[in-house]
């Protein structure tokens, strides 16, 4: 048979069917034995479709359409997290109710998945039986290679070639394989079949009850119960998860335990699912809750009989904190009213005990170390309880200062809190930590005691900046700590600076005496009563941690001056005052008042011992520190700072000075005051609040005169932009020249701060005010107020004429209208003087708050030039 007889019957049937009984598997091989050049080209010549010739790719089958295997839980993302959220507010809800105990189980569904991947992945066990949507791949080798697959169609048969229809609906995956495997050994000689499953088909199932979706749900063929538990988004907390039931046509053939899967891993009751098979979840089942020292406290379903035993396994079982033998029950009785009940879980009747729905079980915690231990807190490196043994001293805890303690930690002094074993009333020990950690077993080394406290404080000297214990330092303690401030931080910027600053500022301020001390003052105060008075003393003065504090055990004054951190510099040996409460016959408690020799106290002579609520004052030296200065400036022999004795005069210290030059114009010296310049700040403050008010005012009256009302806005702004620029000065008015000339005059005592400016002989007369040109005239005998106020083009429309006025050089003021000494204003003026002429207040309201506020404001205006011209 040539080619064209072999090819033609095939181009005439392919088109339309092959099959085995048009086309011989002979002429089929006789095909196949060309090259495979000449298949190609033959194929193509004719039309043939060369790969139903040759079987090299996979057996042709119509496509099905894609199904989805999930249906989404929820349409929308939004949609999702509004029903996450709901039911998150549910769960609260019902914790709520249950004093905060949550189910136990139901976070293993926990979200809303919108897909579920198919179970394709795993090997398919031999019983699985077949049916339409399954795809069979079927291998053939040896004489014919082929790779085919076999979808089950809806009447559950398969289209084998050569063979035709074959009926596997029904059978088990074995059968199936075994049948076919039986066939192609029967159909092709030489040729072996290897059967294996590829698509599964999908199944419908319902998910019922109290599923948090119920509906019907396409899965898998291979799927099980907790893969359509899933699918659908678990189980609402009201569902058991004990008693999850599989039904299949109207009958129950299983259920299913998830707490076997979720306590032991347990999937033996999983079983498969079959199409139409629905999945029933009832209400959950009797409750009972269990927490306290258990591993996983939570709600738990209980079975009929449950033991208290059981309930503890299904929790996790005990910690090693629980204290067994108290386990308290907390259920409803028969008039439902709630009780309490106790078992002990070490005894079989206890472990016996049947658990009730509604039951809640608490497993008490054993308590803490009771015995055999020290317990350090404070500014240590290791806080903490450690363990007791007898003979241990206190450097048995601290070896090394710098090693067992923090930085700024008091190395000097420790306080040892102490528990008297047969009352529990406390006491506090002081402890020299220094020598007793330099010299191990010595005096100064204490024997420490079972349940001892050892506090260790903070030493505010160590520490950049300042804390509450020690803003009463002397001056020179501040600026040490502002050194130490500038050398800590110095590399770092402003931001990392605050940072470092404020966290070791919070760490510090825990381990001060007062933070340390407070709850021990608390509880000696608590533990006081008639019979046993309160152990709590104070202290006052230069000390450098003042305060109360817990009485020292020896009572005596050294012991309470160290526990406050010793004297400061400032402190007067010669006595200090011991105040002590005390009841006299009557039942009346007094106060006594007892002289202390601090000298001989600190050296441990004195025989005063220091009793229940003693207050103890360290007195200061007189005027210790007190450094009280003068600045002489201008035209005095020898300017500068001085300082001066208590009581000493300003004519006294000028004489120190070598007197005024020759050029000095003492009737024109400004002195001033630091505590008068604090007054006429707080009187410029007082005056631009006041003006804020009036400017308001006026504003809100509107303009209804003319535009007056505008002007008169305009002053007032004028005014108060001058008090806002005003400066105070602090000027006291002195005559000098009297001061110097009298030993009889009246003497100016000196005050720290005070400045005394003497200026050179001067040459002018100003002129300042409501003057067309406020200016500085050269002086010129014989010249009168009128003459200079004509130099300076004469008032203004808003002069006040009648108020004119003139300060003199040394700072007086003189009214020229109202003096009938000064002569009127036909009086000659002095080189220095200064006329004001100030604003005519009269057309506008608030005349005498405007007429004052303008007078302080040209009063320090007068200040600062005099100062300023010198």
């Not at 698509?199 to 898998?220: H, K, M, N, W």
């Not at 470092?500 to 825990?510: H, I, M, W, Y």
């Not at 020898?638 to 006294?652: D, S, V």
Request: hydrophobic share 35%; no cysteine.
């Amino acid at each position: 048979m040539n080619l064209k007889s072999l090819l033609l019957p095939l181009a005439l049937l392919l088109p339309t069917a092959v099959t085995a009984q048009s086309i011989t598997p002979a002429q089929i091989e006789q095909f196949k034995s060309l090259p495979k050049a000449q298949q190609e080209a033959l194929a193509k010549q004719y039309g043939v479709d060369l790969s139903q010739l040759t079987g090299s790719s996979s057996q042709s089958r119509p496509q099905q359409p894609s199904q989805e295997v999930v249906k989404p839980l929820e349409e929308s993302e939004q949609e999702a997290r509004q029903a996450a959220e709901e039911q998150e507010r549910e769960d609260e809800e019902f914790a709520k109710k249950n004093h905060g105990l949550e189910p136990f189980g139901y976070e293993l569904f926990a979200g809303s998945p919108t897909t579920f991947a198919p179970v394709t992945e795993i090997p398919v066990p031999a019983e699985y039986t077949m049916g339409p949507g399954d795809v069979l791949k079927v291998q053939l080798w040896g004489n014919q290679n082929q790779q085919l697959e076999l979808p089950v169609s809806r009447d559950g048969t398969i289209d084998f070639p050569e063979r035709g229809p074959v009926s596997v609906a029904g059978l088990t995956f074995q059968q199936t394989r075994d049948h076919i495997t039986q066939l192609v050994s029967e159909q092709y000689i030489g040729v072996k079949a290897a059967v294996s499953l590829g698509e599964l088909r999908s199944i419908r199932v319902f998910v019922l009850g109290e599923a948090r979706t119920p509906g019907s749900y396409s899965v898998s063929s291979l799927s099980t119960i907790i893969n359509a538990l899933y699918v659908s988004g678990g189980i609402k907390q009201t569902g058991s998860l004990r008693n999850v039931q599989h039904k299949r046509n109207g009958k129950l053939i299983g259920t299913l335990d998830l707490y076997d899967l979720l306590l032991k891993g347990d999937t033996s009751d999983d079983a498969r699912l079959q199409a139409g098979d629905v999945i029933f979840i009832p209400a959950v089942g009797s409750l009972a809750g269990i927490d306290g020292e258990v591993y996983r406290p939570a709600l738990y379903e209980i079975e009929k009989g449950t033991s208290l035993q059981e309930l503890v396994d299904l929790a996790g079982g005990l910690t090693p904190q629980a204290y067994p033998q108290i386990t308290k029950i907390e259920r409803t009785n028969e008039d439902f009213l709630r009780i309490i009940a106790e078992a002990d879980l070490t005894q079989n009747s206890g472990k016996q005990a049947r658990v009730k729905s509604g039951d809640r079980i608490s497993v008490a915690s054993i308590a803490d170390v009771t015995g055999q231990y020290v317990e350090i807190k404070g500014a240590a490196t290791r806080t903490g309880k450690f363990a007791w043994v007898p003979g241990m001293r206190a450097s048995s805890i601290v070896r090394n200062l710098d090693a067992d303690l923090l930085d700024f930690a008091d190395t000097n002094y420790a306080a040892i809190v102490r528990t008297d074993p047969e009352t529990k009333r406390i006491s506090v020990v002081n402890l020299e930590l220094k020598s007793a950690i330099t010299a191990p077993g010595g005096s100064a080394d204490l024997m420490l005691q079972e349940k001892d406290q050892l506090l260790f404080f903070t030493d505010t000297g160590k520490v950049p900046f300042e804390l509450e214990d020690s803003k009463d330092g002397s001056q020179v303690q501040k600026q040490q700590r502002q050194q130490r401030e500038a050398r800590a931080f110095e590399n770092l910027d402003e931001r990392e600076r605050l940072k470092a600053q404020e966290e070791l500022k919070n760490n510090a301020e825990q381990f001060t005496r007062t933070a340390l001390f407070e709850p021990v003052i608390k509880r000696l105060k608590a533990q006081a009563g008639p019979y046993s008075p309160q152990l709590t003393m104070r202290i006052s003065g230069p000390v450098r941690y003042p305060g109360e504090y817990p009485l020292p055990t020896t009572g005596t004054v050294k012991d309470a001056i160290f526990v406050a951190g010793g004297l400061t510099d400032s402190a007067s040996m010669y006595s200090a005052e011991l105040a002590r409460r005390y009841t006299d016959d009557n039942g009346v408690e007094q106060t006594q008042i007892i002289q202390v020799d601090l000298a001989a106290a600190m050296l441990g002579k004195s025989d005063v011992r220091l009793e229940s609520r003693d207050r103890l004052l360290i007195k200061s030296v007189p005027s210790f520190g007190t450094n009280r200065t003068i600045t002489l400036e201008g035209e005095v022999r020898y300017p500068g700072q001085y300082t001066f004795r208590e009581g000493e005069t300003l004519r006294q210290v000028l004489e120190r000075a070598g007197g005024l030059t020759n050029n000095a114009f003492p009737r024109g010296a400004v002195f001033t005051r630091e505590k008068l310049r604090q007054l006429e700040a707080q009187r410029l403050r007082e005056a631009e609040e006041r003006l804020q008010g009036d400017l308001l005012g006026v504003q809100l009256e509107g303009d209804s005169f003319g535009g007056q009302n505008a002007q008169r806005v305009d002053e007032v702004k004028g005014l108060l932009e001058d008090v806002q620029s005003s400066r105070p000065v602090g000027r006291m008015v002195i005559d000098l020249p009297q001061v110097l000339a009298d030993s009889g005059y009246q003497p100016v005592r000196l005050q720290d701060g005070d400045t005394l400016n003497v200026p050179t002989i001067p040459q002018a007369v100003s002129v300042f005010g409501e003057v067309q040109f406020p200016t500085s005239h050269l002086h010129s005998a014989g010249l009168t107020v009128d003459d200079y106020l004509e130099r300076s083009g004469g008032p203004t429309r808003q002069a006040d004429q009648d108020r004119v006025y003139v300060v003199k050089a040394d700072g007086s003021v003189m009214l020229p209208e109202k003096s009938a000494w000064f002569g009127g204003r036909s009086q000659q003026l002095q080189p220095g003087d200064t006329v004001i002429v100030p604003i005519d207040v009269d057309r506008l309201n608030q005349l005498e708050l405007w007429s004052n506020v303008s007078q302080i404001v040209y009063q320090m205006a007068l200040g600062a030039a005099a100062v300023g011209n010198l």
